[in-house]
């Protein structure tokens, strides 16, 4: 559109039905410099060959020199120094090794509150705290606790949960039928193909 408003701005024809074919011819020579010739494509060009086999190195990740990954061995170099401070303290902050905190379900917690409202001196907190794999910390913060969720929370976790059941259900189901058709599929064909003898 601005091409042929500056047409028409510095044109010093009159203005006709030619002003637009003069547009169009501009138009289609899509800004090329007059009078030099253009430059050939790389595309167009084959009369040189091309080497692309260092590109298909590249492309699938492969370094110069580097050994197949079968062959491939640990450096023989020592361990910085850096990795070795960050190990020890690793295995002085964690000397059992890292075990994350086990995330107990809101049954289990109800479970651990009512074994301890049972019988305190049966179930004191180091007890519930090995019975159900969590720190000590854990249990007291649980039995510290006085919240609870109201009703409606506690029906829908109810229902995520049957939910999950059986969807987890069907799907097992389903791989136990696929892989019953399977079996069935190649015991048909090897009957008839004459493969399959039964004994008596």
């Known amino acids: 559109m601005s091409c042929i408003r500056a047409v028409r701005c510095f044109s ?25 010739p253009s430059p050939k494509s790389i595309l167009n060009d084959d009369s040189i060959p091309v080497d692309l086999s260092e590109d298909n190195d590249a492309v699938n990740g492969v370094r110069p020199n580097t050994p197949p990954r079968h062959l491939r061995r640990p450096p023989a170099k020592p361990t910085p120094n850096e990795w070795k401070s ?13 075990s994350p905190p086990r995330k107990l379900s809101r049954e289990a917690m109800d479970g651990l509150r009512d074994m301890h409202k049972l019988d305190p001196a049966k179930f004191s907190t180091p007890i519930l705290a090995d019975r159900f794999k969590i720190s000590p910390e854990a249990v007291r913060r649980i039995l510290k606790s006085k919240w609870e969720p109201p009703q409606e929370k506690r ?10 059941r059986n969807e987890k259900g069907e799907y097992m189901r389903q791989t136990l039928l696929k892989e019953m058709r399977e079996a069935n599929d190649i015991l048909s064909a090897k009957q008839y193909r004459g493969d399959l003898t039964f004994k008596d």
Do not use: Y
């Not at 010093?12 to 030099?36: F, H």
């Open 12 to 36: 010093t024809r009159p203005s006709s039905s030619s002003s637009s074919s003069a547009v169009s011819a501009a138009g289609r020579r899509k800004w090329g410099i007059g009078g030099l």
């Open 86 to 98: 960050h190990r020890v303290a690793l295995k002085s902050t964690f000397p059992e090794g890292w």
């Open 155 to 164: 029906v829908k976790w109810a229902m995520q949960a049957r939910q999950h």
